[in-house]
């Protein structure tokens, strides 16, 4: 069985200070390793120093976006080059803060997994549904739909992430119940071998929303559930590692 990916997504967060907590992660998985994969993803600003403070060690470093383009006019924008050559292995791309704050489409999204991949990262492709549409009984519709679209054609076994993030969960303190989370993630497995054929049947699916030290356990054993993309809780070494041990 592969090991799962616990992935922390600091968004806009961290100063150079806040370098100690990525620091006390990687030492404490130095002297206790852990079973799962594990990566931080701090902004852009952190990404050269977050590679020599984490260089070594079991902890990954990964960008929060990506350009679909390798160079060029794009100001203020990052490629997928650009990551790896700052010591990125991973890339979210496709987070609803930026589907839904800077416009992005499936398209767009699917255009920066395949940049990432040209760049020889691991795209983590996000999912999730607002709660209108969960409410409306739409959401597995919504997030498969979104798979379809956001998945380019072609990609490798082992060689990407899918993460579903109902918006609705992000930041809020709830997650869905277990039974909503399992029939989520079934679906896009589904979804994800229609488009991708086997390397859909192995590509790990992270569940992310709200996850905590006191809810992860629970939420890590659930079927298909193949890690955690982590937010809030993964800016404070203690909450991260517990999640982790989880
Ligand atoms: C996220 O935005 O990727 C996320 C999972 O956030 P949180 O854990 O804070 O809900």
Redesign the pocket.
Known sequence: MTAPLIAG?W?MNGLGKDLAEARAVADSLAETPARARVAICPPATLLARMAEALAGSAVALGGQDCHAEPSGAFTGDISAEMLADAGARLVIVG?S?RRAGHGETDAMVAAKASAATRAGLEPIVCVGETRAQRDAGQALEVICRQVAGSIPAGMAEGSFALAY?PIW???AGSTPTSDEIVAAHAALREALVECAGSAGRTAPILY????KPDNAAEILKLAEVGGA?????SLRAADFLAIIRA
Request: charged share 20%; no cysteine.
């Open positions: 997504n968004k987070h803060e993030e969960a992000i930041g992310g929303g709200s996850v993309l982590v937010g809030g809780a």
